[in-house]
C-alpha cells in the first residue's frame, strides 16, 4: 500500500491516429478487415516499445523480470513439496501393507504352532501303537519274505532244470548220472533264485546287475565242473583240452542261470513275485501323520 507518495505515470507521446487513420481510410477501398487489423497492431507495438525503452521504465522492467523469476522459484518449490507428499503417502501406504503382513505373519505362526501340536500328538500316538505291534508285525514281515523267497527259488529250479534237460540228456550215460546231473541243476537253481531276489531287490531295470548275478553262477558251477575232470598236464594238448572244456562248461550253465533269469525277472515285473522287501500298505495312522505334517509345510510356505 502506497501512502504519502505520489505516482507519476509518464505521459505518452502524442499519437498520429490522424494521418494514420487518413491512411488507412484510403486503403481501406483496396484492403480488407485482416490488413486493418495487421497495421493497427504493428502501430501500438511500436509505442509499446517506445514507452519501454525509456529510462524511467528500466526500474519497472528490472522489478518485472525479478517478479517472474520469484513466480518460477515458488512455482519449482511447490513441485518438489508435491513430490515429497506423494512420497509421504506412498510410506504411509507401505507402512500399512506391512503392517497388515505382520498380522497375516503372526496368524501363520499361530497355526503352525497348533500343527506342530498335533503333529506331536500324532507322534505319541503313533509310538503307542507301533510299540504294541511292533512284535507281532516283524514276525509277519519275515514270514512273507520267507514266502516270497521260497516261490523264487521255485520258479528258477524249475525252469532252469527245463532248460538244462537237454544238456543233461546229452551228456549223461545211464539214468543215475542223468538224475544226478538234474538234481544238482536243481539245487543250484534254487540257490540262484533266492540269490537273485536278494541281489535285484527293486532295480528290476538294472540289465548289469542281473545279467551279472547270471554270469557268476554260471562261471562258478563251469569252473567246478572243470576241476572235477582229470588233473591238467603241462603241454599244449593239455592246455587247449582244458580251455575247450571249460568254454562248454561254462556256456551250459550260462544258459541254464540266464533262462532263470528271465523267468524271474519277468515275474518280478509282472508282480507274481514281489522283490525285496515286500512293500507294504502304509498303516492308517501313518497316513494321518503324513496329512498332518504336509499341512504344517504349506502353513510355513
Keep these: 500500500m502506497i501512502t504519502g507518495s505520489i505516482v507519476r505515470v509518464p505521459l505518452l507521446p502524442p499519437l498520429s491516429f490522424p494521418k494514420t487513420l487518413s491512411k488507412l481510410k484510403c486503403r481501406s477501398k483496396n484492403s480488407d478487415d485482416n490488413d486493418f487489423k495487421d497495421a493497427l497492431s504493428g502501430m501500438m507495438g511500436d509505442q509499446v516499445e517506445q514507452l519501454l525503452s525509456r529510462q524511467e521504465n528500466k526500474g519497472l522492467m528490472d522489478n518485472l523480470q525479478k517478479a517472474s523469476q520469484r513466480v518460477e522459484i515458488a512455482k519449482t518449490q511447490l513441485a518438489f513439496i508435491q513430490k515429497q507428499e506423494l512420497a509421504l503417502k506412498q510410506f504411509k501406504d507401505y507402512t500399512q501393507q506391512l503392517e497388515g503382513n505382520a498380522s497375516q505373519i503372526a496368524e501363520s505362526q499361530r497355526e503352525i504352532s497348533e500343527a506342530k501340536a498335533m503333529l506331536e500328538e500324532a507322534e505319541r ?102 576241476s572235477a575232470g582229470p588233473f591238467l598236464e603241462l603241454n599244449f594238448e593239455s592246455l587247449l583240452s582244458y580251455a575247450w572244456d571249460g568254454t562248454i562248461y561254462v556256456s551250459e550253465n550260462l544258459i541254464i542261470f540266464l533262462s532263470a533269469a528271465i523267468s524271474l525277472d519277468y515275474c518280478l515285473k509282472t508282480r507274481l513275485l514281489s522283490p525285496f522287501p515286500i512293500d507294504r500298505t502304509v498303516p492308517s495312522y501313518t497316513k494321518e501323520m503324513i496329512n498332518i505334517e504336509d499341512i504344517s509345510h504349506r502353513t510355513e510356505k
Design 125 to 226: 500316538s503313533l509310538l503307542l501303537n507301533v510299540g504294541d505291534a511292533e512284535e507281532g508285525s516283524e514276525e509277519i514281515y519275515r514270514d512273507e519274505e520267507r514266502r516270497e523267497s521260497v516261490k523264487a527259488a521255485s520258479i528258477s529250479a524249475l525252469v532252469g532244470t527245463l532248460s538244462g534237460l537237454p544238456i543233461c540228456f546229452v551228456q549223461a550215460t545211464d539214468t543215475t548220472q542223468l538224475l544226478l546231473s538234474l538234481g544238482i541243476n536243481f539245487i543250484c537253481c534254487a540257490l540262484f533264485g533266492v540269490t537273485f531276489r536278494y541281489t535285484v531287490r527293486r532295480n528290476l531295470d538294472d540289465f548289469q546287475l542281473k545279467t551279472g548275478a547270471a554270469a557268476a553262477f554260471g562261471v562258478v558251477k563251469g569252473l567246478a565242473i572243470l
